[in-house]
């Protein structure tokens, strides 16, 4: 299952309280094909039906079922470069 590092948890839970008026929302990573490296990132009031859920401190993540698979031994992490956009990265999880 995919897990966010601390400073994706942060930037999740600010982009969701500053982009949706919904204690249900969150952020929603799809792809248009399964396991496909590319996604779409996107913040949502809420997840579609079919979406796994992932919360990490207080942010959500909804995956969408066709970025599911390619995400289940990932890890995602977020950083704000100088102009103040958000950077998403994926990388592999360290082993236990």
């Known amino acids: 299952m995919l ?9 999740v839970k600010t982009l969701t309280e500053q982009t949706v008026d919904s204690p249900q929302g969150g952020l929603r990573i799809s792809s248009t094909e399964e396991n496909s490296q590319a996604f779409a990132v996107t913040v949502v009031p809420a997840p579609e039906a079919d979406d796994q859920i992932v919360i990490g401190g207080d942010a959500r993540v909804f995956i969408e079922e ?10 995602l992490d977020a950083q704000l470069d100088e ?12 082993p236990a």
């Open 3 to 11: 897990t966010l590092t601390e400073n994706a948890s942060t930037i």
């Open 66 to 75: 066709n970025a599911s698979p390619a995400l289940s031994d990932k890890v």
């Open 83 to 94: 102009q103040g956009a958000v950077r998403f990265q994926i990388g592999l999880q360290s």
